[in-house]
């Protein structure tokens, strides 16, 4: 009864390098969704997915950040160029279908780009 | 300003004593969530409250929420020393599948 999967947990990446991070949703859950978690902050959210299609990227920045969530394997948020406003906690949720918007959470992947 | 704006930032009190968040938002929406989040760690979800519910309860949780006043309290009673984390509201509006987060409110109970 896996929960909502992450890797890697911590990453460190050096300015201009590439970062994936990479979701696997709840068995059973077909809806991702990416957050990013500022220290000190709450969670701002980046982008929703379903299978092969992107529904809501208004959190996404325009340059640099992609996102997506093909028919098999894990969902992959990708980072291009990393700067170091960059750093954060990325979370992955998942939810079973839409309208039900109980979302559960990963375990988190920490970015630090030196 | 952000959606889902908690009160109090910081919250120290004694184990045993009752604890409570309030968590106001602006937007009408379709349902509230607390989430509690340990230092580090990722979230948990605690409890969901719909619109049209005004009170859940959920063993020493209980969660109000007044939607003519736009805000919705935590109560965390009889606290003990693990229930020391950073608790967040976060709400979805009608139409939307993201969940909008507040500031959080970051409990310390001390022994």
């Known amino acids: 009864n896996a929960g909502v999967m992450q890797n890697p947990r911590h990453l460190v990446r050096r300015r201009g390098q590439e970062a994936r991070l990479r979701c696997s949703p709840m068995?059973?859950?077909?809806?991702v969704y990416w957050y990013r978690q500022l220290p000190e902050e709450g969670l701002k959210f980046m982008v929703y997915?379903?299978?092969?299609?992107?529904?809501?990227e208004s959190g996404m920045p325009k340059e640099r950040f992609s996102a997506e969530f093909p028919k098999e394997g894990p969902s992959i948020l990708r980072i291009q160029q990393v700067v170091r406003g960059d750093s954060a906690a990325y979370f992955c949720?998942?939810?079973?279908?839409?309208?039900?918007?109980?979302?559960?959470f990963g375990p988190g992947t920490r970015l630090t780009v030196t | 300003s952000q959606q889902g704006e908690e009160d109090p930032q910081a919250l120290s009190i004694q184990e045993g004593e009752n604890a409570t968040m309030n968590c106001s938002y602006k937007t009408s929406i379709n349902n509230l969530q607390w989430y509690r989040q340990n230092s580090g760690r990722g979230l948990v979800h605690l409890i969901l409250i719909r619109s049209n519910e005004r009170e859940k309860h959920s063993g020493r949780l209980r969660v109000t929420l007044d939607t003519s006043k736009k805000s919705s309290s935590l109560l965390i009673t009889a606290s003990r020393a693990a229930d020391t984390a950073s608790y967040f509201c976060?709400?979805?509006?009608?139409?939307?599948?993201?969940?909008?987060f507040g500031q959080g409110t970051r409990l310390t109970i001390n022994p």
């Open positions: 949720a998942s939810s079973q279908e839409q309208g039900i918007s109980e979302q559960y």
């Open positions: 997915l379903q299978k092969e299609n992107i529904i809501d």
């Open positions: 976060a709400t979805d509006e009608w139409g939307a599948q993201k969940l909008v």
């Open positions: 068995k059973g859950h077909s809806h």
